[in-house]
């Protein structure tokens, strides 16, 4: 009978003793997936290019103080394309829809309130970005062939005609600003170039670029509603 205790002893404590270390396993492996998603977040973090539709990116960016000094190129790409909707087109079939030259002229309200006193506008020579150019800032705007040209170049060319204390604005196209991006070495997945989108850069006296940000056309709107710019 005392046999029988003693065995049944043992075997409770050997059953304790190998749930212990499932229980440290099942741990080890949480606290391992918590740091990979912390990894993952800090990695995402760095590569993702900042909101400037969000109040507190906009601030943190420093576009506002860069574009005072005439130091900012924008980039943005042409409104929705008419031959890839069945919206109502501006005109032309090739180029925007009545509704993109709508998102278009919000867009330039909103970079009329940041300032075009001490700025150069320039657009590709396509119609798509002509028409979105034109619903932008009311005006006919003057072309330059090398904003269709989206290679290896664009960025070279972009920066050598800027003109000192000047912010250049450039309508061109999606492929023009991920040659631009590329030139950043920014990674793809971290941009969205959606339709009439912006995107900032400056360079410093350093010759340093730095990507200021992003804005989406819907955001400029909320933003002049909102006194942010």
């Known amino acids: 009978m005392l046999q029988g205790v003693i065995d049944k002893s043992l075997a409770s404590r050997r059953v304790q003793v190998y749930r212990f270390p499932w229980g440290t396993a099942l741990f080890a492996v949480l606290c391992l997936l918590f740091l990979l998603g912390v990894a993952a977040a800090c990695a995402h973090a760095r590569t993702a290019v900042p909101n400037l539709g969000n109040p507190h990116h906009l601030q943190r960016s420093g576009l506002e103080a860069a574009w005072a000094k005439g130091s900012v ?55 798509r970005t002509r028409q979105t150019a034109q619903a932008m800032f009311g005006k006919t705007v003057a072309t330059q062939g090398w904003l269709n040209q989206c290679d290896g170049h664009f960025a070279d060319n972009a920066f050598s005609h800027k003109r000192a204390g000047h912010n250049l604005v450039l309508v061109s196209h999606s492929g023009c600003m991920e040659q631009l991006e590329q030139a950043l070495q920014v990674p793809v997945s971290a941009t969205s170039n959606s339709y009439a989108s912006a995107l900032f850069i400056t360079q410093g006296s350093d010759g340093k670029t730095t990507l200021l940000g992003q804005m989406a056309a819907s955001e400029w709107r909320k933003l002049v509603d909102a006194k942010e710019l």
């Open 73 to 127: 190129i924008v980039v943005l790409r042409h409104a929705e394309r008419c031959d890839r909707s069945r919206g109502a087109c501006l005109g032309d079939p090739s180029g925007i829809t009545v509704a993109g030259s709508q998102v278009a002229a919000a867009v330039g309200q909103g970079l009329q309130h940041l300032g075009l006193a001490s700025s150069d506008v320039w657009t590709s020579p396509q119609v």
